[in-house]
Structures are given as structure tokens and as C-alpha cells.
């Protein structure tokens, strides 16, 4: 009988033969998939790195945009940065007071009704739009009408950035503590008044670093600019009247291209927008992880 | 308007409700409604684009009527059949799919169920970087890196497969570096870190107890995987699989760079051909008249195509999150 209850005794080692080695295939399998995307990562951001690093320099950023065929080594991307910051900033001021203000609405106001609801619904499915489909819909609402310039597209960027704001800042107002608005509403503050001066502060970082992941998508879009600004090769420094260019849009051009000095320029672009997104990812990761008082 | 004046749960119940509501002043009302004002433009807007976009297309739709699905774009002819774009559209999508998806629920398996938590934020940074990458970039990288490089690659499978029935059908000459598959490869880059973070975020939200459970009776990790993780999950990686699908189709510059532009009907997956998106970024800049509004009316089918995907994928979401909630 000692016999048989040991031979009953569970077995508490690793699992052998298939099970064990399916186990691990599969586990490598899912390092391999990471791998497989990293290392192509790593290849864009090495070759832009060295091709950009090789061509970026003071006059670089400075100079006016030379013709496809001058040599690498004359003029550069002034007036695409200029245009750059020119419609990114109006796109963000026009965006993240309306889609904090929405955001406001579904979860301070809207609660579970069924128009806050629809709105959030609506808001994440507009995520999804097609950039391209946005410089189309201001190519006809404003550029067929008053022309192209840098706020036509700041209007198709903002476009593309409210309904990003407004899922971020929602996330981050959900995230206040209810007892919060109540302690406010006891000493007698109107429901206009507790957001102002205690929820949005309350959610401020959250928010804040939730606005900067938007203009970190929208400074490298190019689709929506493309027929609401044009292209140019000086400064434009009046973003409201005239065609501007943008640094995605002389990526855009310089890629087409069949002269090795336009896409050496096309290098040193990539290189200054991938900068100036991973600073603004980076700063955000920073706020988020710095200034959030409350976390899911 | 009935919802903007709702009584607010905030608002004393009893006797003094009425005096109270009646002296809200006219600051927290405004207030109020530029909320709502502000929540509203989201559907203004969505609105908007449906009706000046259409507007705009309309005398391509009412002249071609249901000839806009025939394969002939010849705009010097003033023949916009469009066809070959939407062909274009669905195979570099579907491409992209077929490659982005494994890759992305393995690492979101890889997040939530392997490494320990301070391994997994690195790979969100790096994840979240591939986002961070503009699509110019990615279209500049892979047509003037990319693409030469996998020609010869392409070649060699072309010549390799020579003769094979289907095989050479999809995979035979001619080859181009600038093509649906490369077009597909360059999307499935793209649409990785959007499936990765939504199946991550279902992932995460297994229990644990269920997950605890398996292990107790004696199940390997693949096997819980199998058994806990991919039940609970299933509803929700679907979801995020359809908005990656809503992206690549709408993913404009990288592929305008990339698929080689010739509106062509192929099932060679090497050679050059089109898509929706792509067709609208390469020639509305010169394009007039009938030409522009066969632009804009791609434009609107592509709107309408990534509306009813993303309407589908966030119902499926909510879905599987609503009956999560409930189990």
C-alpha cells in the first residue's frame, strides 16, 4: 500500500515533455515580436539620426529653403520651422481650451445622460478620422472661400487634436476624488466656481501632459496641411493671410524628390521634427510622472 | 435642453431646491453651456465634414452614379472610376493587419503576463516611440532606405516561386521596392503601438484570481494564457484589431510615399499600385473641376469606410468592457 500512495503523490516540478516546450516557444515567440519591431525602430531613428546630424546646423534652421537641386550643403528649413511652430501653437490654443471645456461637460455635467454618451462616443470614433480626410473637410469650409494659410491649417490640426484632448482630460477629471467637489459644494461654491478652482487644478497635470501627447501627433502631421497651407520657401510670418510650409510638408516634398541634396535636407528635417515630438513626449512623461496627484 | 437644466446631483434635495436653483447666477450657467457648446462641436464638426465634403463630390457622384466602382481612372479622359484605389486600400490594410496583429497581442502578452513591472516600462517607452515617429518620417525612411533594400529581396522571392501556381500569382513579377507590400510592411509598423496599448489595456483587466487559478491547477503559462487570459480578452483585442484596421486605411503620407502610385488592379502583391488615402495626397493639389470632386468623393467613401469600422471597433469595445464589468 506504501507503494501506490507514493506513486500517487502529486508531481510539483515543471510540467515535461509538449506542454513544457509549447510554454517556451510561445514565450519567445512574444520576445520575438517585440524584437521584430524594435530593430526597424531602431534603424529609422539611427538613419535619421546620423543623416539628420550630418546636415543640421545653425544655418540649417535659419536659412530659407533652396531649390530641390541646390547642393546639400546650402540653405536650409527656416521658414518650415517658423510655419511649423506658427500653426502648431494656433492649433493648440484653439483646441485644448474647447476639448478640456468638452471634456468638462461629459464628466462634470453630462454624467451617464445619453447626450454626454453620444458625445464620448462620437469623440473617440472622430479619433479614428483619417488625417487626410480633415484637410479636406477646411479645404472646403474655409480654403475655398478665404484662401490658403497657416490658420486654415491650424484649424485641420486642431480638428484632428480636440477629440485627443478631450479623451485625455476626461480620463484625468474621473480620476478626482468626489469627496473633493463635495467638500467645495458645502462651503456654498457654485458648480461653475468647484471646477474652476478645484477640479481642473486637482487634474492639471494629468491634463496638461495629456495636451502635449496631442501636439506631439499633431507637429508631425502632414496630410491635413497639404491643401490648407501649401508650400513656401521664405518666411510667412503672419500665420492668417498667405500659404505657409511646415516641417512634415518639406519632408513630404524632399522625399519625392530625386536630388541627393533635397532629401539630405529631407534628413535634417526628419531629424529636427523627431526632435521636437520626443521632447514634447518626454516633458509629458515628466509632468505625468511629477505632477499627477491622482493614478488609476 | 432638458439635459442642460437637469438639477445637478450636487444640488441640495428638499424645500430649498427651487430658491437655490433660481439664484444660480448667470456665471455658473454660461458657464454650463459653453460646456455643453464645447462637447456639442465634436458631432458639429463630424457633421460637417459628412455634408461639405459630400456637397463637394456630388457632381462626381450624380455623374458616374454606381460607375464610381469600376476600375478606370483616367483623369485625362475625365474617367473616374475608382476601383483600383479601393482595391489598393483594402490589401495594404489587410497586409498590414496580417503582420501588425501577432506581433501586437504578443507583446501585449509579453507586458501583462511575462516581464515584471519595472521591465514593462521601458517597453512602453519604446512602444509609445514608434508612435511618436511621424508618418512623413516613416514614408521618407522607407522610400528612400526601405525600399530599395527589400526590392532585392522581393526579387529573390519572385524568381524563387517562378511557376508556382498561387504563389507566383502573389508573389511573382513584377516586383518594385515601391509597392502593396511594402506600403503594407510601413503600415503595420504604424498601426502596432495603437493594437499593442488596447489589448495591453483588456489584458490588464483579467483577474487575477482567474489567472491564479489556472496556475493552481497546474497550467503552464501558455496554458493559463490559453485558459484565463485570451477568454476575458477576446471581445476587447477584437476591438483594438479594427481601430488598427480604421488606422491603416486612413494612413495617408507614409503610404502616398511608399505604394508606388499606379492605380492598377493586381494580385501581385510586389508590383506598384494605389490607395484611397494616397490617390487624394499625390494629385487634389493640381487637380480641377470633375477631376477634384472625384477626389473629394474618394474622400467622402474613405470617411464613410473608417466611420463604420471605428463605430464597430468602440461598440465592440464598450461591449466587452460593459460585460467584464458586469461578470
Not at chain 2, 497550467?219 to 484565463?228: F, L, Y
Not at chain 2, 481601430?243 to 505604394?259: D, F, N, S
Request: proline share 5%; net charge positive.
Amino acid at each position: 500500500m506504501a507503494v501506490v500512495a507514493e506513486q500517487q503523490q502529486l508531481d510539483l516540478r515543471e510540467p515535461k515533455g509538449w506542454r513544457r516546450t509549447s510554454n517556451r516557444i510561445v514565450t519567445w515567440l512574444m520576445v520575438l515580436a517585440f524584437v521584430v519591431v524594435v530593430v526597424p525602430l531602431g534603424f529609422v531613428l539611427v538613419t535619421t539620426v546620423v543623416k539628420g546630424a550630418s546636415i543640421i546646423s545653425w544655418q540649417f534652421l535659419t536659412s530659407s529653403i533652396p531649390p530641390n537641386v541646390a547642393p546639400a550643403d546650402i540653405g536650409g528649413m527656416g521658414p518650415a520651422i517658423v510655419g511649423t511652430i506658427e500653426i502648431t501653437a494656433l492649433a493648440t490654443i484653439m483646441a485644448v481650451p474647447l476639448g478640456i471645456l468638452g471634456a468638462i461637460y461629459l464628466n462634470e455635467y453630462g454624467g451617464k445622460n445619453w447626450l454626454a454618451a453620444l458625445i464620448g462616443f462620437f469623440s473617440d470614433v472622430m479619433t479614428g478620422v483619417p488625417s487626410i480626410i480633415m484637410g479636406l473637410f477646411i479645404f472646403t469650409i474655409w480654403v475655398l472661400h478665404f484662401g490658403f494659410s497657416g490658420f486654415a491649417g491650424a484649424l485641420a490640426l486642431g480638428c484632428l487634436m480636440l477629440p485627443i484632448v478631450i479623451r485625455s482630460t476626461y480620463e484625468m477629471l474621473r480620476l478626482v476624488p468626489n469627496a473633493l467637489r463635495e467638500g467645495s459644494y458645502a462651503l456654498g461654491a457654485t458648480k461653475a466656481r468647484v471646477t474652476m478652482t478645484v477640479v481642473l487644478p486637482a487634474a492639471l497635470g494629468g491634463i496638461v501632459s495629456g495636451a502635449m501627447l496631442a501636439v506631439a501627433r499633431a507637429v508631425g502631421e502632414t496630410a491635413p496641411l497639404l491643401f490648407t497651407i501649401l508650400i513656401v520657401t521664405t518666411v510667412n510670418k503672419n500665420p492668417f493671410s498667405g500659404a505657409n510650409t511646415s516641417l512634415p510638408s518639406q519632408i513630404f516634398v524632399n522625399a519625392n524628390s530625386p536630388f541627393v541634396g533635397a532629401q539630405a535636407r529631407g534628413w535634417g528635417a526628419a531629424l529636427t521634427l523627431i526632435v521636437i515630438a520626443f521632447v514634447l513626449m518626454v516633458v509629458a512623461r515628466f509632468i505625468t510622472a511629477r505632477f499627477s496627484r491622482f493614478s488609476r | 435642453m432638458s439635459t442642460v437644466t437637469r438639477a445637478d446631483p450636487a444640488t441640495p434635495a428638499g424645500s430649498a431646491h427651487a430658491a437655490l436653483r433660481e439664484r444660480r447666477p448667470l456665471g455658473d450657467r454660461s458657464f454650463q453651456i459653453l460646456a455643453l457648446a464645447c462637447g456639442l462641436l465634436v458631432l458639429v464638426i463630424l457633421v460637417l465634414i459628412a455634408v461639405s465634403t459630400s456637397s463637394q463630390a456630388s457632381s462626381w457622384f450624380s455623374a458616374e452614379g454606381f460607375k464610381v466602382f469600376t476600375n478606370n481612372w483616367n483623369p485625362a479622359a475625365n474617367q473616374f472610376g475608382a476601383l483600383a484605389f479601393i482595391y489598393g486600400t483594402a490589401i495594404t490594410a489587410v497586409i498590414a493587419l496580417i503582420m501588425a496583429v501577432p506581433v501586437s497581442i504578443g507583446i501585449a502578452l509579453l507586458l501583462t503576463e511575462v516581464v515584471p513591472y519595472r521591465w514593462s516600462r521601458p517597453i512602453v517607452y519604446v512602444i509609445d516611440l514608434l508612435a511618436v515617429v511621424p508618418s512623413v518620417v516613416w514614408g521618407l525612411w522607407g522610400i528612400i532606405v526601405f525600399a530599395p533594400w527589400i526590392q532585392h529581396i522581393y526579387t529573390s522571392i519572385a524568381s524563387g516561386v517562378k511557376g508556382i501556381p498561387v504563389l507566383d500569382s502573389l508573389f511573382g513579377a513584377p516586383t518594385s521596392g515601391a509597392s502593396f507590400f511594402t506600403a503594407g510592411i510601413i503600415l503595420a509598423f504604424m498601426i502596432t503601438p495603437i493594437v499593442t496599448s488596447l489589448s495591453r489595456e483588456v489584458m490588464a483587466t483579467v483577474p487575477q484570481i482567474e489567472r491564479e487559478g489556472a496556475y493552481a491547477l497546474g497550467a503552464t503559462r501558455w496554458e493559463m494564457i490559453r485558459g484565463a487570459v485570451w477568454p476575458h480578452s477576446q471581445g476587447g483585442v477584437v476591438g483594438a484589431v479594427l481601430l488598427g484596421l480604421g488606422r491603416a486605411m486612413g494612413e495617408t503620407i507614409a503610404v502616398a510615399l511608399v505604394i508606388g502610385s499606379s492605380a492598377t488592379i493586381t494580385s501581385h502583391l510586389f508590383a506598384p499600385g494605389y490607395n484611397m488615402a494616397a490617390v487624394i495626397a499625390n494629385q487634389f493639389g493640381e487637380a480641377t473641376g470633375e477631376f477634384r470632386a472625384a477626389l473629394m468623393g474618394i474622400g467622402v467613401l474613405l470617411f464613410a469606410f473608417t466611420i463604420i469600422i471605428n463605430v464597430i471597433a468602440r461598440w465592440v469595445v464598450e461591449r466587452s468592457a460593459r460585460k467584464k464589468r458586469g461578470a
